[in-house]
């Protein structure tokens, strides 16, 4: 991206008059600010009405940004098309599954589907990156903005149209098509594609082979309109690369790992969500997804936040410190640059109550003293960019299983695929270990253990991939309700875990969910499911009270697979993980400390960067392999070169 961290945020200066602009320059290379976002949501005022484009303002706020050295994300403003879309065009706006026509007001509102949003989203890209081509602020094409975050699924007919369109690109026959349906149950054979409709609201239960195929639909349509976008782009400025802000480990309804395929560089947007009892740690999970939906490569965090957002129930106000240690936190787990939504807090509008680097009470507060710091702080930190972090253990991650498993028709509502892989992070996440997120077809090449918390659906390929990463010598551990369905959502037959009977050496014949917790033979506690399990020659090395096992192992071709048939506890997940972790060899880079993350960054030639990040309210000492004792105080994070 650069040769210094790109640091800024959202530019909104169509929202304020024009002598602030050049205040709001000034403040920004005090900030140190290098980068900003433009014209996100600027469609209404660049194009105020159809055919009828005005620029001379962009113009103006362009050449502001490269006379003070400042560079540009140049957005493509089509997340939230004008008024007079809507009103010329009602039937392009989205409609849900109730059959509701959603209006005009808010932001996304159009079909993904609709042949005449793309029409007009391409028309403005197209009057954006020709005006704009040659200008010494462009750096990066921000195309559109948060694909997905409101209309990732419509249910109109246009959609119903295009959703039978790729239905006949993606099986050979109608037959084939009600075969992995299996719309024999309840009288659903189809016997012509006109009759297939979106999944809308039914009596009953959908088809859940119909809900997945949908979803994977939706998320297809939107991968389509960005590269749609991005190779008219890349016609006009080919040397310019191009992203948008996935939300990656935070929105689902989009399938990150074809969208970051996409991308010439991972960007991403991340929240603190308040009512989460450690939401450091989840930022730390979101990060290590965005690292890896770069393939390791280092990564933009498009847009967080200075300090309270305006979407919760109860915005939390970011204490003291909290900026920064935020802000480095992505830094230490991959991100090559720090932006905020936005530079100056919105006046009015939805988002008026979301923190800016420059709130309402203007330069003489926290949060502006803090942004000048951490501007300072990155700008002495350029030998970190182009930095890699290396992790010895993966979690597997899917979203075609995380869209099966949401199906409402599931033995239990208690066994959340996202959350548990979530908790697993979070047990190696308080064992000082670094991990990725891997697809289960994906290159599972260099890891040492991989960790499969919650994949109800795999492919036959991904099944096949894990058992030869096992016999290759890899350790795995695998979670209950895993490998119970192929790729259409139908039961692999014979015994559960279907997918992984062999690698496992275990055969279920029964789940069991739970009301309340279970004890194990090991004093350990589980809960929410339980399994009635034997050994096919897996090792068993814990059981519920009963003597079922509950923990077992297998050895298989140079590895092992271990197999848990119940959600243990956190306590009792951290000692298998533990266990796992030293059969594989994975150790932390630093010896662990309760509420300190420790995350190195490394170049090919050997320069490292040690992040010692304390989220604590006491000082840490944290203890590098080899080098001296170093003391972190409470709240505050140490760079160690």
């Known amino acids: 991206m650069s040769d210094v961290i790109a640091y800024g945020g959202d530019w909104n200066p169509e929202q304020w008059p024009e002598e602030t602009w050049e205040q709001d320059v000034a403040l920004m290379r005090e900030a140190g600010v290098n980068r900003v976002s433009v014209g996100i949501f600027s469609w209404s005022l660049l194009e105020p009405a159809e055919g009828v484009f005005d620029f001379d303002w962009f113009d103006r706020v362009m050449d502001l940004l490269a006379a003070n050295g400042i560079l540009a994300n140049l957005s493509t403003p089509t997340a939230s098309p004008p008024p007079w879309f809507g009103d010329a065009y009602p039937e392009a706006l989205p409609v849900d599954a109730d059959g509701r026509r959603l209006h005009h007001g808010s932001r996304q509102g159009f079909c993904p589907s609709s042949p005449i949003y793309r029409e007009k989203a391409l028309r403005i890209a197209e009057q954006v990156a020709t005006r704009y081509r040659d200008h010494p602020a462009l750096a990066m094409w921000h195309v559109h903005n948060e694909y997905g975050c409101h209309n990732a699924r419509c249910y109109c007919d246009t959609s119903a149209a295009a959703f039978r369109s790729w239905l006949r690109a993606h099986y050979s026959s109608l037959e084939a098509l009600n075969e992995a349906w299996g719309t024999a149950f309840w009288s659903q054979r189809y016997g012509d594609w006109a009759q297939i409709l979106p999944p809308r609201a039914t009596p009953s239960f959908t088809n859940p082979g119909q809900q997945l195929d949908f979803r994977r639909f939706s998320s297809d349509a939107l991968v389509e309109l960005y590269v749609a976008e991005r190779d008219l782009l890349k016609k006009l400025t080919p040397d310019v690369p191009a992203t948008t802000n996935l939300m990656a480990g935070a929105h689902w309804d989009m399938d990150c790992w074809a969208f970051a395929a996409e991308l010439d560089v991972v960007s991403t947007d991340h929240y603190l969500v308040g009512a989460r009892p450690e939401p450091h740690i989840d930022l730390a999970f979101a990060a290590d997804y965005a690292r890896s939906l770069a393939g390791g490569r280092p990564w933009l965090l ?340």
Not at 312 to 326: D, T
Not at 471 to 481: D, T
Not at 528 to 543: C, P, Y
Not at 578 to 602: L, T, W, Y
Request: hydrophobic share 45%; net charge negative.
């Open 302 to 641: 498009m847009e967080h936040s200075t300090s309270a957002v305006n979407w919760q129930p109860r915005n939390l106000a970011k204490r003291p410190g909290e900026l920064r240690r935020n802000s480095l936190q992505h830094l230490a787990r991959g991100a090559d640059g720090i932006m905020f939504f936005q530079w100056r807090a919105s006046r009015a509008g939805a988002e008026k109550w979301h923190s800016a680097m420059v709130p309402h009470a203007g330069t003489s507060t926290k949060i502006f003293r803090e942004v000048v710091a951490l501007g300072a702080e990155l700008a002495g930190l350029a030998d970190v960019v182009g930095s890699t972090v290396r992790a010895d253990v993966a979690i597997l991650l899917d979203h075609s299983s995380v869209w099966a498993q949401d199906h409402p028709a599931q033995p239990t509502a208690d066994l959340d695929p996202v959350e548990e892989a979530k908790r697993w992070h979070a047990a190696l996440w308080r064992a000082g270990l670094t991990c990725d997120l891997a697809h289960p077809e994906g290159d599972l090449t260099g890891y040492r253990l991989l960790l499969v918390p919650a994949l109800y659906l795999v492919s036959d390929s991904g099944a096949a991939n894990v058992e030869e990463f096992a016999r290759r010598g890899g350790v795995v551990l695998v979670g209950p309700y895993s490998g119970i369905v192929d790729e259409h959502d139908r039961v692999r037959l014979g015994g559960y875990p279907g997918a992984w009977r062999d690698l496992l050496g275990v055969s279920v014949e029964e789940f069991f969910p739970l009301e309340g917790p279970i004890a194990l033979d090991s004093g350990a506690k589980g809960g929410v499911w339980s399994e009635l399990a034997r050994t096919t020659g897996a090792k068993v090395l814990d059981t519920y009270a009963t003597g079922e096992p509950a923990w077992t192992r297998n050895e298989f071709g140079e590895g092992a697979a271990h197999y848990l048939t119940t959600r243990l506890e956190d306590d009792a997940l951290a000692e298998v993980v533990a266990a796992v972790c030293a059969e594989a060899g994975v150790e932390p880079v630093a010896e662990a400390v309760p509420g300190v993350e420790v995350v190195r960054r490394s170049h090919a030639d050997g320069r490292s960067f040690l992040f010692a990040i304390n989220h604590t309210g006491e000082d840490a000492v944290v203890r590098p392999p080899g080098g001296a004792p170093v003391t972190v105080a409470a709240g505050d994070v140490r760079i160690i070169h």
